[in-house]
């Protein structure tokens, strides 16, 4: 059968469930620590921040299918199923023998994946009966999609914005805005953790976790009001399984069996969402993928990265989570224009990568814009800059298949569109942007903030 261009599947063909990775892995992910006892967080520890249904859904390592709730099947069909695509073009411009697929995320307002995980936290907060949630962003994507399901679902927002990024991107603020959120550059005085950060380091252009601690403090003293985040815990991966879903399902209905899966990695949940089914099935032996996380050389918490309990965020709020980390005091050097700049990664990535389960690449950032500029002169779509790390790789094993005549199913994740990445755009075109890549000592930094504690030593 000759393989569509775009690989359809049609509204009932859409999974109604999301899919637990955590249920088939024989060996779990340490569970979540409470920083003062050190013992497993509970529920009632959780719930002071998180909304029930979310913590109910991070802590559950068992369920293998979690129903998605109707209303919300009904919002997802909206946007999707997202669009599936046999890069045609981009193999005939790398002469590979190699079959080259994308799912793309890019096709609803907040340009990426994120309002997947946006609308679920939305539904279950106003199932809940809350009033508002606040939440960081970085790049501004997950602000954008948080904003949009705030405004569907008729919830007040606070968006704590890394200042940086509201300077490199301030379109992605105004976006926000029209959505009906309050936006905040971080670090900002409206918070304890805020100010502290800005009188140990008044000219600091912010970091995600500086950004959460904000966001959570904020949380905790508003009356009916919680926190949400748009990566690294094991909820939002669950729900970004939508995505591998999909792809199973499309993939079957096409008789398409990828050899590689690449996913760029941030907090590692498009990556773990694209990936759930898969693995799902390699842990039980039933196929031999090879999966693949990309991040940026300049912040390297898979490759470079210490597997140990350490906050989520800057100011040692969250509990503890046992993950690969670069130290919660670790920020990028501000020359990263990349997107996926969080310290950690998602516990059950982590676990699994420990176990040999993936395998993880850094790609220096220039490369990648040129791997962005390459895609997008063929295939027509722009990349974000996050995803473009995957493109990378992609176009890599590619180009590995022509030198050895491997005819490799690759697979990679498309998470969103670089429309409001043009200053990192003009500065790839001008040949201004610079790679930094932390030296050993940088990362000392980092890892020197790790909690000193007897499950680290
Ligand atoms: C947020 C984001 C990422 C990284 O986040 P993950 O949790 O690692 O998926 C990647 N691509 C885009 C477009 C994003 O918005």
Same mark, same amino acid.
């Given at each position: ?13 859409? *999974?109604?469930?999301? /899919?637990?990775? #955590? +249920?088939?892995?024989?060996? @779990? &992910? ?6 003062? $006892? ?117 919830? *007040?927002?606070?968006? /704590?914005?890394? #200042? +940086?990024?509201?300077?490199? @991107? &301030? ?6 805005? $029209? ?124 490759? #470079? ?153």
């Amino acid at each position: 059968m000759k393989i569509p261009t775009r690989l359809y599947l049609s509204e009932d063909e859409i *999974s109604i469930s999301w /899919y637990n990775i #955590r +249920s088939y892995m024989k060996d @779990k &992910p340490e569970p979540m620590l409470h920083p003062g $006892t050190l013992q497993p967080i509970t529920v009632a520890d959780l719930s002071l921040i998180f909304c029930d249904e979310s913590i109910k859904q991070e802590l559950d390592d068992t369920s293998p299918l979690i129903t998605i709730p109707k209303d919300l099947q009904t919002f997802y069909r909206a946007y999707r199923p997202a669009p599936l695509i046999r890069a045609y073009f981009l193999e005939k411009e790398l002469g590979t023998p190699a079959e080259i697929y994308y799912k793309f995320e890019g096709t609803n307002t907040s340009g990426s994946h994120k309002l997947n995980s946006a609308a679920a936290q939305a539904f279950y907060a106003k199932a809940q009966g809350l009033n508002s949630l606040t939440t960081e962003t970085g790049a501004g994507q997950w602000g954008s999609a948080m904003a949009m399901a705030c405004a569907y679902y008729k919830l *007040s927002l606070t968006v /704590y914005m890394v #200042r +940086s990024s509201s300077e490199q @991107k &301030p379109y992605r603020k105004t976006l926000i805005e $029209t959505y009906g959120a309050n936006l905040v550059p971080s670090p900002s005085s409206t918070t304890e953790a805020g100010r502290k950060i800005l009188i140990e380091a008044p000219n600091t252009s912010g970091s995600l976790g500086c950004a959460i601690s904000e966001a959570v403090e904020a949380a905790v003293r508003t009356e009916s009001c919680r926190y949400v985040l748009g990566s690294v815990m094991n909820h939002v991966l669950l729900h970004q399984s939508i995505i591998g879903m999909e792809v199973k399902a499309a993939f079957d209905k096409y008789n398409v069996k990828p050899d590689i899966i690449i996913g760029c990695a941030g907090g590692g949940s498009n990556l773990g969402g694209l990936i759930a089914p898969f693995m799902g099935d390699k842990i039980r032996r039933k196929n031999d993928i090879r999966f693949v996380a990309v991040e940026p050389a300049s912040c390297p918490s898979f490759t #470079r990265g210490r597997f140990a309990y350490d906050f989520g965020d800057t100011a040692k709020t969250t509990p503890l989570i046992k993950m690969y980390t670069l130290g919660s005091d670790f920020i990028p050097s501000p020359n990263h224009a990349g997107g996926l700049r969080y310290h950690g990664m998602n516990p059950t990535l982590s676990k699994l990568y420990h176990d040999g389960y993936l395998e993880a690449r850094a790609e220096i950032q220039s490369d990648v814009f040129d791997a962005a500029v390459r895609f997008a002169k063929v295939e027509g779509i722009l990349p974000a800059p996050e995803s473009s790390h995957a493109i990378k790789v992609a176009i890599d094993e590619a180009l590995e298949c022509k030198r050895t005549g491997d005819k490799k199913v690759i697979l990679f994740g498309l998470t969103g569109t670089g429309y409001f990445d043009m200053s990192a755009y003009a500065a790839h075109n001008a040949k201004t942007m610079s790679d930094y890549v932390p030296t050993d000592a940088d990362l000392a930094k980092g890892f020197a903030s790790l909690p000193n504690i007897p499950q680290n030593r």
